[in-house]
């Protein structure tokens, strides 16, 4: 199988993450003209029109300076390290002095009524000079680059959206607070001699999260199959599914969040039974996507069906059937060649390509599927 990368996939930002804690790098990381910014409200990227489509809208220190004075909340992304000719930051360690070369990327949150508005209209105003606006993401998902920036964009939302739903200790319900610039929240210790009330102060002492192994909270990421299946006997088969809110004929692979205890393939066979009533045997890997929507990662396979009766169980779906290779080629096709034509009386429409789910289909057409066992 050739080598494949998704949207939202093959970032190369070195994180860092042994310096998040650094105070002196932190600083002159986030202060540098040189580092970019990618601004969010309320999830939405700031975007800018380009020749081929959306792009972000990079920000510099000076753009989000009063932004982050008034307390905008930010987070490291990492550095571009093949930027070697922009910034050297260095760090002293026990190994002794680490160097870093590079440019920083950050992701600022710049939503109305987390800073200050009065500042908010002032970069507004200077956004709109320049086209730049904050558009949707998914509305943006078929115009935006598969480069680098996807793989930025998908970390900065996700780690954003995180911190925003977690400001509160899910031990004690204690305000918790940022550290290792975003990566990490916590609920605080009393300081030395603060003054608190008793309740207060005991509860803050009973905190789960303070004793032990200090069950800090940390940016989560929740794992998800999505799985083709195909014919036990008819190889020219493939088994997809749609939900009632799909547009009309539009069918994918089956989908759901793994369950604690499962391994990759029991998830697999779990779901697709549950939904569609198919019992699956072998699964083959294939790829995987970071799904920024708001923190998952789609772990595409595909599947040996092991029966072919279809019974929509847990009623998820509101159709499951089995399609010909026929029906699924033509329904690639139209994404990859405007003159490819899609009108037979049993046509069916699949995903874009920017979704796993069609190269999950697109890949079985080219021959990927799993190997029987040789045990």
């Known amino acids: 199988m050739s080598r494949f990368t998704h949207l939202f996939a093959g970032g190369s930002l070195n994180r860092l993450s042994v310096l998040r804690s650094n105070p002196g790098f932190i600083a002159s990381s986030t202060q540098s003209p040189h580092t ?16 081929r489509g959306q792009s972000i809208a990079w920000l510099s220190y000076a753009d989000v300076k009063d932004a982050l004075s008034a307390g905008a909340f930010h987070v490291f992304l990492g550095v571009d390290e093949s930027d070697a000719g922009t910034d050297e930051f260095t760090s002293e360690r026990k190994g002794g002095v680490v160097v870093i ?31 730049y606006s904050f558009a949707p993401m998914r509305g943006a998902l078929s ?39 975003g990566y990490k929240r916590f609920c605080p210790r009393p300081a030395p001699g603060e003054a608190t009330d008793g309740a207060e102060a005991d509860k803050t002492a009973r905190c789960l999260s303070l004793t032990g192994v200090n069950n800090f909270q940390y940016p989560r990421t929740d794992p998800v199959v999505i799985i083709a299946v195909t014919h036990p006997t008819d190889p020219n088969k493939i088994l997809l599914g749609r939900q009632a809110r799909f547009p009309p004929e539009m069918f994918t692979c089956v989908a759901g969040f793994m369950e604690p205890g499962e391994t990759i393939e029991e998830a697999c066979r779990r779901e697709v039974h549950e ?39 847990d009623e998820e779906l509101e159709d499951a059937r089995w399609f010909t290779r026929e029906q699924a080629r033509a329904a690639i096709a139209v994404h990859h060649d405007q003159n490819a034509k899609n009108d037979a009386p049993d046509a069916i429409k699949v995903p874009p390509p920017y979704a796993i789910a069609h190269q999950l289909v697109k890949a079985w057409l080219e021959g990927f599927g799993p190997v029987p066992s040789k045990m």
């Open 36 to 51: 970019r910014y990618l601004a969010l409200r309320n999830l939405d990227p700031l975007l800018t029109a380009a020749a």
């Open 101 to 131: 070369k590079g440019r920083s990327y950050w992701a600022i949150d710049l939503t109305k009524g987390a800073v200050y508005d009065s500042v908010l209209d002032k970069t507004d105003k200077e956004f709109e000079s320049k086209n």
């Open 275 to 313: 939904e569609t009533g198919i019992k699956v045997g072998q699964v083959a890997y294939h790829s995987s996507q970071p799904w920024p929507f708001p923190n998952s990662v789609m772990i595409g396979c595909i599947g040996q069906g092991v029966s072919t009766e279809v019974n929509l169980i």
């Open 143 to 181: 115009s935006l680059p598969w480069e680098e920036e996807s793989a930025i964009l998908a970390q900065g939302r996700s780690v954003i959206d995180w911190n925003v739903r977690n400001q509160f200790c899910p031990a004690c319900g204690k305000k918790t607070e940022s550290g290792e610039a």
